[in-house]
Antibody
Framework: EVQLQESGPGLVKPSQSLSLTCSVTGYSITSNYWGWIRKFPGNKMEWIGHISYSGSTSYNPSLKSRISITRDTSKNQFFLQLNSVTTEDTATYYC????????WGQGASVTVSS | DIQMTQAPSSLPASLGDRVTITCRASQDIGNYLRWFQQKPGKSPRLMIYGATNLAAGVPSRFSGSRSGSDYSLTISSLESEDMADYYCLQSKESPYTFGAGTKLELK
């Protein structure tokens, strides 16, 4: 059974970078697509981007200048970096097996505040 | 970007009711439409994919349908465990976009 787990700091200062890790077990990230999604206070959901089985990436144009999704296949992990954060980036961040959208992490709550 | 207009935003209903949630796509998305259920403190759960296909483990009281650019999620007989937020998502083209969500609650 595939399982995903997000990890990373829960508090980030404005203008700094947000970095999250998604650890995947039970399935290789060299298969399928792997995505990051966030849910804002107020419940709006936004696709951030994804990385493919080959390592190619696709990003939401609204965030493209600030984000990077990378991976470490040896650890079966993929990563999100979001630069120059503001309070508007406060959200719960989810990783998911994006190709099927059938497996999600439990979510990582991130607050941007000084 | 493709806009997904979801309605209603809130849906009070009674146990046993038949309920329907709808998303309208601003452009053609074919059947690239998924429905998710999310309960408080939990991650989203895939309910329907390809507009009409039931995901694994989803009760048969859930169904998805399409009429042109309108997509619907129907619960034939509401049970207490169905109280949750529901979201549609179009995966036809990037950026993939969600509907605003529907809060299904007991009347």
């Amino acid at each position: 059974e595939v399982q995903l787990q997000e990890s990373g700091p829960g508090l980030v200062k404005p203008s700094q970078s947000l970095s999250l890790t998604c650890s995947v077990t039970g399935y290789s990230i060299t298969s399928n697509y792997w995505g990051w999604i966030r849910k804002f206070p107020g419940n709006k959901m936004e696709w951030i981007g994804h990385i493919s089985y080959s390592g190619s990436t696709s990003y939401n144009p609204s965030l493209k200048s600030r984000i990077s999704i990378t991976r470490d296949t040896s650890k079966n992990q993929f990563f999100l970096q979001l630069n120059s954060v503001t309070t508007e980036d406060t959200a719960t961040y989810y990783c998911a097996r994006w190709g099927l959208m059938d497996a999600w992490g439990q979510g990582a709550s991130v607050t941007v505040s000084s | 970007d493709i806009q997904m207009t979801q309605a209603p935003s809130s849906l009070p209903a009674s146990l046993g009711d038949r309920v329907t949630i709808t998303c309208r796509a601003s452009q053609d998305i074919g059947n690239y439409l998924r429905w998710f259920q999310q309960k408080p403190g939990k991650s989203p759960r895939l309910m329907i994919y390809g507009a009409t296909n039931l995901a694994a483990g989803v009760p048969s009281r859930f169904s998805g349908s399409r009429s042109g650019s309108d997509y619907s999620l129907t619960i034939s007989s509401l049970e207490s465990e169905d109280m949750a937020d529901y979201y549609c998502l179009q995966s036809k083209e990037s950026p993939y976009t969600f509907g605003a969500g529907t809060k299904l609650e007991l009347k």
